[in-house]
C-alpha cells in the first residue's frame, strides 16, 4: 500500500515535471520568436530616395550600421523620371530609376542594408538617449537609437484618367526635371500657387509659349510671383479654367479646358503639361509625434536636420517645401548622417 502510493507520488512528480518542461520550452520557443521578431538598430533610415541612400552612405561610413527601410516605392520619385540631367556628375544625364539603383549599390557597398518594407507605426521617445519604437509592415518590430526620415513627399495630380496615363509620355509633375524636353515647344501648367508661378516663369524661358490654368480667378501666388508671371510676354493666363481631357496616344498632344464660367470648352495643342497643384509630404506615420508646418512637412531646427525629437533627424523633401531637387534632398540626407552620428557620439 505504502509502496503504491509512493509509486503515484513519483508518477504525479514525473508529470507535473513534464508539463513545467513543456511550458518552459514553448515559453522559450516564444521568447526565441519575439527576440527574431524585433530587432535594435543604431540608424534607422526611412525611405529609399536621394536623401535616404546619401544619408545610407554617410551612416554606413560612419560605422552606424544603417538599415534603410524603402518603402511602397523604392526608389523614390525619381524612379517616375525619365532621364535626370541636372544633377552633377552625370555629363550625358542618367535615367531616373538607374540613378537610383546606383545610389543603393553604392550605399551596400559600405555595408547599408537596405530592406524592401514599408514602416507603419512610430513610437518616439522624447527622451535623449531612449530607442524609438518602430514597426515594420504591421508584424515587425525594432528598437532604433536614432531614426533618419527620408519618406520625401509626393506631388498631387489631377487624377483624370487620361492624365494618369500619359505620366512620363508629356506629362509631368516637375518643371525643373523634366522642362528642357520641350525646348522651343508649347506647355501648359496647371496651378495658380508659387510653385506654378515659379515652374511657369521657369519653363518660359525654355518654351515658345506657357498656358497657365487656373482654376479660381485669381492666382494663389504671393504677390511677388504674379507680377514676375504677369510681365512674361510668352505666359498666357486662363483664369476659372480646368482640364477635362489630356488628348495623346502615348505622348501629349493637347488639352481640352474648359472655362467654369461659360462651360466653353477649347482645345490647346501643347506637347508638355506640368502639374504644379501642390506636394503632400509623407508624413503620416509621425503625425502628432514629431513638430510639423501646417502643411505637414517636418520642422528643422536651424540649418540642422534634427526635429524636437532627439535622434530623430529629417532630410530631403519631407522637411524641404521649397527646393525639392534630387541634389538639395541628396545633401540634407549627407547633414542627417552626420547629425545622427554625432548625436550618438554625445550619449
Ligand atoms: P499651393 O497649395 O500653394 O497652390 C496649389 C495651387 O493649385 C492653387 O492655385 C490651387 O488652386 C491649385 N489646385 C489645387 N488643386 C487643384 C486641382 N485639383 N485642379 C486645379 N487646380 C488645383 O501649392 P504650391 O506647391 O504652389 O505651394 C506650396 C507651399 O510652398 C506654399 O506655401 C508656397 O508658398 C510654398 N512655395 C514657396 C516658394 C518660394 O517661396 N519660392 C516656391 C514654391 C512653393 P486654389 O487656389 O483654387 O486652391
Not at 538599415?67 to 544633377?87: A, I, S
Not at 515647344?185 to 510653385?195: P, Y
Not at 525654355?206 to 504674379?226: F, H, L, P
Not at 513638430?291 to 525629437?309: H, P, Q
Request: neutral net charge; contains cysteine; charged residues 20%.
Amino acid at each position: 500500500m505504502i509502496l503504491t502510493k509512493s509509486l503515484n507520488k513519483l508518477i504525479n512528480r514525473f508529470k507535473i515535471n513534464d508539463e513545467i518542461s513543456l511550458i518552459k520550452t514553448i515559453f522559450f520557443r516564444f521568447a526565441l520568436y519575439i527576440y527574431l521578431l524585433m530587432e535594435n538598430v543604431k540608424c534607422l533610415i526611412i525611405g529609399s530616395g536621394p536623401a535616404g541612400y546619401t544619408a545610407a552612405i554617410y551612416a554606413a561610413r560612419a560605422d552606424l550600421n544603417p538599415v534603410v527601410y524603402t518603402g511602397m516605392e523604392p526608389g523614390g520619385q525619381l524612379t517616375t523620371t525619365t532621364d535626370v540631367d541636372n544633377f552633377p556628375g552625370y555629363p550625358n544625364g542618367i535615367e531616373g530609376p538607374i540613378m537610383m539603383q546606383e545610389l543603393q549599390k553604392q550605399a551596400e557597398r559600405f555595408g547599408t542594408d537596405v530592406r524592401i518594407g514599408h514602416v507603419t507605426r512610430v513610437e518616439l521617445n522624447s527622451e535623449k538617449g531612449k530607442m524609438h519604437t518602430v514597426t515594420i509592415d504591421e508584424n515587425k518590430t525594432l528598437y532604433a537609437k536614432t531614426i533618419i526620415i527620408s519618406t520625401g513627399a509626393s506631388a498631387k495630380y489631377l487624377g483624370l484618367p487620361s492624365e494618369q496615363r500619359l505620366i512620363g509620355g508629356g506629362v509631368s509633375a516637375c518643371a525643373v526635371c523634366d522642362g528642357f524636353f520641350y525646348k522651343n515647344q508649347e506647355v501648359a501648367i496647371v496651378g495658380g500657387g508659387d510653385t506654378a508661378a515659379e515652374e511657369a516663369t521657369y519653363l518660359a524661358n525654355i518654351c515658345s509659349k506657357v498656358t497657365m490654368i487656373i482654376r479660381r480667378n485669381e492666382m494663389r501666388a504671393s504677390k511677388a510671383m504674379q507680377h514676375r508671371v504677369n510681365k512674361t510676354n510668352n505666359i498666357e493666363i486662363l483664369y476659372e479654367s480646368e482640364i477635362c481631357k489630356v488628348l495623346g496616344d502615348n505622348v501629349v498632344e493637347a488639352i481640352e479646358v474648359v472655362n467654369n464660367k461659360t462651360e466653353v470648352k477649347t482645345k490647346i495643342p501643347i506637347s508638355g503639361l506640368f502639374i504644379a497643384i501642390g506636394h503632400q509630404p509623407n508624413t503620416e506615420i509621425f503625425r502628432g509625434q514629431i513638430e510639423m508646418d501646417d502643411l505637414g512637412y517636418i520642422i528643422t531646427k536651424g540649418k540642422s536636420t534634427k526635429t524636437n525629437i532627439p535622434g530623430v533627424f529629417a532630410s530631403g523633401d519631407v522637411q524641404d517645401k521649397e527646393y525639392r531637387q534630387a541634389v538639395t534632398a541628396a545633401g540634407t540626407g549627407c547633414m542627417a548622417a552626420l547629425d545622427a552620428e554625432r548625436y550618438i557620439g554625445t550619449l
